[in-house]
Structures are given as structure tokens and as C-alpha cells.
């Protein structure tokens, strides 16, 4: 089965620009979340879905970041305009909503370089 | 607000030897899931092993087991056998029902030849 499938794997772009991360979750999973991860901060928690629906969106860090989930199998996370500090790794991860002792499965990540 | 701590920044053990990772945790709610993720330098997270809280059986995930004491408000990692493809960032979550991960900051393992 193929795990939570993030594009692009890296991306370069330039301070002002818009950028889209892309995820899709593991077929069958009801929840999805989007992390971001730098040395200063650790792993912070941007925004999560059940059901399609945005749930607690309060780790977004401002109104320069978006995320939709359109439909069950496909979420992205825009940052607009981008800025240096935006830099880091950003993973997408999704797991089934009830219970929660599944645990998350993450994917590759994203590794955003803003110059 | 659940937090979870891991006091060990960094830590080193000898190929073959067992080590044990620590991990604390607060809150006020008694059925909730504990998590620990390794994350080698490739950056993918990975599941290692879960443990339910209103299991006292510890997990085990043959060569990975933790000790869960609920009442301390405990859950350690033990590494048996210890493999240089160990080597990694490991961190310990906190999840209560269907909500948001919890993560601490991580201990980075190194597995010396």
C-alpha cells in the first residue's frame, strides 16, 4: 500500500512568492495533518482535517498561510507571499480519526527553502 | 494542555548493547495513546511502537519495547540488540482520542560501531 505521498520533495523559491505543498493521504484515513519542523521549534503542529473538515488550525502561523482539503484524498498547504523564516521541513501525515491509537503515518516531507 | 518531555537531548550506545530512551508526560485525562517515532537523517517520521493506556501489558515491537508506568507518568523506549540502522532523532507523542499528537523534543540517538 503506498504510505502519504507529499510533493514537491524540495522546493527553492524566492521571498514574495506564492507557494503550494501537496499532499495525499493514505486511502482510507479520515484525518490529515499538516506539521512543520525547524532546529528552533521542533515539530509544531500547523493545522488538522477529520473528515475534510479544518478542525484547530490555531498552529497556523499567520494569515499568509492556508490549507484545504477539497476532498478526502488530496490537501494542500499554501504559504503567500513566502518568506525566509518559512524555511523547514514540512510534513503532511493522516491517520483514521477514531480511537487514535493507530497512531499517524507521516510522509516524506517537503523541505521549503525560501531565499 | 498535555505535555511531553524528553529529558535526554543525546544519547550513545555500543552495537549490540540495549539502551533505554526516557519520556514524561502531563495530563489530566486517563485513557489517551503514547507514541514513539524515529526519524533517521532521511527525515521520514516512523512509527516504532504505541501503547494504549488502559493496557498494562507493555508493547513490545521485537527488538523495541517500552515501559509505561501510568501513574508516574512514564514511557520509556528500550532498544535491545542495538543496530547502527538505529541510529536516529526518537521522539515521544501524547494523543488523546481523535486529536492532535503531542511531541516532545526528541532525543538523538548515535549507535557506535
Known amino acids: 500500500d503506498a504510505g502519504v505521498i507529499q510533493s514537491p520533495r524540495h522546493e527553492v523559491t524566492e521571498m514574495g512568492q506564492e507557494v503550494t505543498l501537496r499532499c495525499k493521504p493514505i486511502?482510507?484515513?479520515?484525518?490529515l495533518f499538516w506539521y512543520r519542523q525547524t532546529m528552533m521549534r521542533g515539530l509544531e503542529l500547523l493545522i488538522y482535517?477529520?473528515?475534510?473538515?479544518?478542525?484547530?488550525d490555531s498552529g497556523m502561523p499567520e494569515d499568509r498561510f492556508s490549507a484545504k482539503m477539497p476532498n478526502a484524498s488530496f490537501s494542500t498547504l499554501k504559504i503567500q507571499p513566502s518568506e525566509p523564516r518559512d524555511s523547514a521541513v514540512y510534513f503532511c501525515?493522516?491517520?483514521?480519526?477514531?480511537?487514535?491509537?493507530?497512531?499517524?503515518?507521516f510522509g516524506p516531507g517537503t523541505r521549503l527553502t525560501v531565499l | 494542555a498535555q505535555t511531553v518531555t524528553q529529558s535526554q537531548p543525546e544519547m550513545s550506545v555500543q552495537e549490540a548493547e540495549t539502551v533505554t530512551l526516557s519520556c514524561t508526560y502531563d495530563?489530566?485525562?486517563?485513557?489517551?495513546?503514547l507514541f514513539w517515532y524515529k526519524q533517521p537523517p532521511s527525515r521520514q517520521m516512523i512509527l516504532v511502537i504505541r501503547?494504549?493506556?488502559?493496557?498494562?501489558q507493555n508493547a513490545t515491537e521485537n527488538r523495541f519495547s517500552v515501559n509505561f508506568q501510568k501513574a508516574a507518568k512514564s514511557f520509556s523506549l528500550k532498544i535491545s540488540d542495538s543496530q547502527l540502522g538505529d541510529a536516529a532523532m526518537y521522539f515521544c507523542?501524547?494523543?488523546?482520542?481523535?486529536?492532535?499528537?503531542?511531541f516532545g523534543e526528541g532525543t538523538q540517538l548515535t549507535v557506535n560501531p
Open positions: 501525515a493522516s491517520s483514521l480519526r477514531s480511537g487514535g491509537g493507530e497512531g499517524q503515518f
Open positions: 486511502s482510507g484515513h479520515n484525518s
Open positions: 482535517f477529520n473528515n475534510n473538515v479544518p478542525i484547530d
Open positions: 495530563t489530566s485525562e486517563s485513557d489517551y495513546y
Open positions: 501503547q494504549e493506556a488502559y493496557k498494562q
Open positions: 507523542a501524547y494523543r488523546r482520542g481523535g486529536s492532535r499528537l503531542t
